[in-house]
Nanobody
């Protein structure tokens, strides 16, 4: 079992930046990949960015060049640096951890609101 605690988020004007952090605890050894998803009102949850144990990353097309996912293995944390934010980035952002048998763990979610 993996526990995830998110921090960061908040309200920012368009063009601004925010940084989300996610601290993992519990069965850290079982984690294959960690990432961030988001869900806007009335929309499905979507993948924003993922970083795997190998170090490879993937991003949603809508955030490429603006968002950067990184990890600190010593602190068991994953961060999402979000730059050039747009109103359409407004959503609840969830940290996710996936293990080697594709079981998922989720954080409680953190609100990101970008005003125009």
């Amino acid at each position: 079992q993996v526990q995830l605690v998110e921090s960061g988020g908040g309200l920012v004007q368009a063009g601004g930046s925010l940084r989300l952090s996610c601290a993992a605890s519990g069965s850290i050894f079982s984690i294959y990949a960690m990432g961030w998803y988001r869900q806007a009102p009335g929309k499905q949850r979507e993948l924003v960015a993922v970083i795997r144990r190998t170090g490879t990353t993937d991003y949603a097309d809508s955030v490429k060049g603006r968002f950067t996912i990184s990890r600190d293995n010593a602190k068991n944390t994953v961060c999402l640096q979000m730059n050039s934010l747009k109103p359409e980035d407004t959503a609840v952002y969830y940290c996710n951890a996936r293990d080697f048998v594709n079981r998922n763990s989720w954080g409680q979610g953190t609100q990101v609101t970008v005003s125009s």
